[in-house]
């Protein structure tokens, strides 16, 4: 790809695809941007590893494209361009999903590691919607029409918040089943599963904010996805789980992303699972090889829900730390 050039996502994926590297059976990637082995460690392969099992097994085969730079207006698929495009076009990812695989293009050019973590995280916590089983869904469902018959206050993150107030000030009976409440069943599955995936392989904050869920639901949220996702190897989600071998391996790795991070603003919320082609959310009914769809990640406001502290750019499942105590909403220990 040369300095000048701006390629479609479709154009990019099929120049670059016979270039992807294997992680596993299911997962590959391909960086536009030179990396340095610690950085592609740190970056791609370290997060990616930590997926769970079971959603690994369910998810697609899934091909990771980091590019410079996306550039989109949400009509239609996003370009990869070489220089950052004003702000009101600019993506932080985009999704390509067909038949039985999905790809995912990341822009990666001048963002800190814990921000690609986080583009990444958001991204396949949308296919893990897209792709959740009956069961998982139903599990869900049910504990987020528990909160509301709760009337607990706050979400995780800013498109949760966003669709949540909606629904509030729309319908009077929140459990009945319509559009709106589908739009944010699927949107807190979406950032729960961000934080949840996250907090598996970085150590993250939850940032207080008046908008944010009272911790202790927040910790009900990320036991009941542990529940659904069960976590491989060695892998923890909570700082009173880790060993002293494992705190002591994750420090050197937090410490290895920090060096290589720009410092750029963390924990912006991303809106992936627009329906480019009618801006609308997507059919969470439909299955994944019914045909060919495509997704966008925008930037938005820097959320009032959930941030992501700098110095979590990676090591353990550290959140929880501020979690395990219950203070009150909006605030955290």
Request: charged residues 25%.
């Amino acid at each position: 790809m040369t300095s000048a050039e701006q390629l479609s996502a479709d154009q990019f994926i099929e120049r670059y695809r016979p270039q992807l590297t294997p992680l596993n059976d299911k997962i590959q990637w391909f960086s536009a941007i030179p990396l340095a082995e610690d950085e592609s460690s740190v970056g791609i392969v370290e997060p990616l590893s930590s997926l769970p099992p079971r959603l690994v097994e369910a998810l697609p085969r899934l091909s990771i494209f980091l590019v410079p730079y996306l550039q989109g207006n949400g009509k239609e698929q996003d370009f990869v361009v070489p220089e950052a495009p004003e702000p009101e076009t600019r993506s932080e990812s985009f999704q390509v999903i067909g038949p039985g695989s999905a790809s995912v293009l990341v822009a990666a050019q001048e963002i800190s590691g814990n921000e690609l973590h986080y583009s990444l995280f958001a991204a396949i916590s949308s296919l893990a919607w897209e792709c959740a089983a009956p069961e998982i869904r139903q599990e869900w469902l049910k504990a987020l029409k528990d909160e509301l018959r709760r009337e607990v206050h706050g979400e995780i993150d800013e498109m949760s918040w966003a669709k949540k107030t909606a629904l509030l000030a729309k319908q009077s009976y929140p459990f009945r089943e319509t559009k709106l409440f589908r739009e944010y069943v699927r949107a807190s599955f979406i950032d729960s599963m961000t934080l949840f995936l996250h907090g598996i392989c970085c150590d993250i904050d939850v940032e207080p904010s008046p908008r944010q869920a009272p911790s202790r639901e927040i910790r009900r949220r990320l036991e009941l996805l542990r529940s659904l996702y069960p976590l491989g190897g060695d892998y923890v989600l909570f700082p009173e789980e880790l060993s002293a071998s494992q705190g002591a391996r994750k420090g050197r790795r937090r410490r290895a992303a920090a060096e290589n991070g720009k410092g750029v603003e963390t924990g912006r919320s991303l809106e992936t699972g627009k329906s480019l082609d009618t801006g609308k959310s997507v059919d969470t009914g439909k299955s994944l090889d019914t045909g060919i769809s495509v997704e966008s990640g925008k930037a938005a406001a820097t959320p009032a829900a959930a941030q992501i502290s700098p110095k979590g750019n990676q090591s353990t499942a550290n959140i929880g730390a501020s979690l395990k105590d219950d203070p009150k909403p909006g605030t955290e220990s």
